[in-house]
C-alpha cells in the first residue's frame, strides 16, 4: 500500500513538472514570437519612415530643391555604407546647360546618376568654389547685384561696386561673375518628376535584397 503511495506521488510530480514544462515552452515560444512580430514591425517603421522623408519630392522641384535632394541623398549614403546597402541614387536628365559653352559650363547637359558627393550634378570642387566667390565677393547681395550689370554691359558701375570691396574688375572676377550666375541659372530652372523605384525593382536586383525602400528617383529638365 505504501509502495502504491509513493508510485502515485512520483506520477503527480512527474505529471506536474510535464505541465509546468510545456507551459514554459508555450510561455517561451510566444514571448518569441512576439520578439519577431515587434522586430519586423520596427523594420517596417523604419522604412516607411525613411521613405516618408523622400516621397516629400514626388513632385516637379526647382533646381534649388533638387539640389537639396540630391544633398540629402549623398549624405544618407555616407552614412550607410555597410554590406549590402543599396545607395538612394537621383537620376537628372539635363536638357540645356547653363552658359553659352555646354563644354565648359558649370553644369552641362546629360543625364546624371548621383549618389556621392563625387557624382553629384555640381561637383564638390565647384560648389566649394562658388562659396568661395560667396565669401570673396561679400555674400549674395552684390555678387547678385554684379551678375545684373554684367548682363547689361555696364561695366563702369561693376568696376565702382567693386572697388566699394576692394576688387579689382578683371579676367578673373569675370570668370567669378560668369560661374556664380551660371549657378544661379540651375538653381532657378525647373525639373519635372518622373519616376520612385523601390528596393528589388531596380536592374539586377534580388528577392533576398528587396526591403521596400526607395533607391532610385528621377527627374528631367521642363524646358520651353
Do not use: H, W
Not at 570642387?125 to 550689370?149: F, H, P
Not at 561695366?155 to 579689382?168: A, G, K, N
Not at 528596393?199 to 536586383?205: K, L, N, T, V, Y
Amino acid at each position: 500500500m505504501e509502495n502504491a503511495s509513493k508510485a502515485l506521488l512520483m506520477a503527480g510530480t512527474l505529471l506536474i513538472s510535464l505541465v509546468i514544462i510545456t507551459a514554459l515552452i508555450f510561455v517561451f515560444r510566444n514571448i518569441s514570437n512576439f520578439q519577431r512580430a515587434s522586430e519586423t514591425t520596427l523594420s517596417e517603421e523604419q522604412v516607411n519612415e525613411f521613405n516618408r522623408s523622400f516621397t516629400s519630392f514626388e513632385k516637379d522641384l526647382y533646381g534649388s530643391e533638387l539640389l537639396s535632394l540630391i544633398n540629402k541623398a549623398v549624405d544618407y549614403n555616407e552614412k550607410n555604407t555597410q554590406e549590402g546597402y543599396v545607395p538612394i541614387t537621383i537620376v537628372v536628365n539635363v536638357k540645356i546647360g547653363t552658359g553659352y559653352d555646354n563644354t565648359t559650363s558649370l553644369v552641362q547637359s546629360g543625364t546624371y546618376s548621383i549618389n556621392s558627393k563625387d557624382s553629384n550634378i555640381v561637383s564638390r570642387n565647384l560648389l566649394d568654389d562658388i562659396e568661395a566667390i560667396k565669401i570673396k565677393y561679400k555674400g549674395d547681395k552684390y555678387l547678385q547685384r554684379l551678375v545684373s550689370l554684367e548682363s547689361s554691359g555696364k561695366t563702369d558701375e561693376i568696376t565702382r561696386l567693386l572697388e566699394d570691396i576692394d576688387l579689382q574688375y578683371n579676367s578673373t572676377a569675370k570668370k567669378d561673375i560668369t560661374k556664380y550666375s551660371e549657378y544661379m541659372e540651375f538653381k532657378r530652372k525647373k525639373f519635372r518628376y518622373k519616376n520612385t523605384l523601390f528596393d528589388g525593382e531596380q536592374s539586377g536586383a534580388t528577392i533576398s535584397n528587396t526591403n521596400g525602400r526607395i533607391v532610385q528617383m528621377e527627374y528631367e529638365e521642363i524646358t520651353g
